[in-house]
C-alpha cells in the first residue's frame, strides 16, 4: 500500500460563533491543507497518481476559501469554520475528483498553525 499526499496553503480570516475564548473575535490563519491518497499499485511509469494533477485540483477547490473571511463562504455562513468542519467540507469536495483506478481519498488535513491541526477521515 502506498500513500501519497500533497500540502498547499489557503490565507484567510474567520471566527467561532459558538465559541467563548478568544476565537470568537475575526482573527486570520494561514491554513495548510495535506491531502492523503492510498494507492495498491503503482502505473507503468512507476506512480500511483501525478502529483501535478492532485495539487491543481485542491488549488482550484481552495481558491473560493483564499483571502476570504471563511464565515460569508458557504457552507461556512452556516456552519462554524473550524479546522473540523473544515477538513471534512474539502474532503467532500475532493472526493469526486479522485476517479482513478485503485486510488482512494485517506483524508485531509488541515493545519491552523505550526502546533495545532485535523486529519478528517471518514
Known sequence: MYQLFVQEHFDAAHYLPDYHGKCEKLH???????????????????MAYDFAQLKQVLREILSPLDHSCLNDVPPFDHKAPS?????????????????????????????????SGVYYQP
Open 28 to 46: 486570520g490563519h494561514r491554513f495548510t491543507v495535506v491531502v492523503r491518497l492510498n494507492a495498491s499499485s503503482v502505473n507503468d511509469d512507476g
Open 83 to 115: 479546522c473540523e468542519n473544515l477538513a471534512a467540507t474539502i474532503y467532500g469536495w475532493l472526493k469526486p475528483h479522485i476517479t482513478s483506478s485503485g486510488v482512494t481519498l485517506a483524508g485531509v488535513e488541515v493545519w491552523e498553525s505550526p502546533t
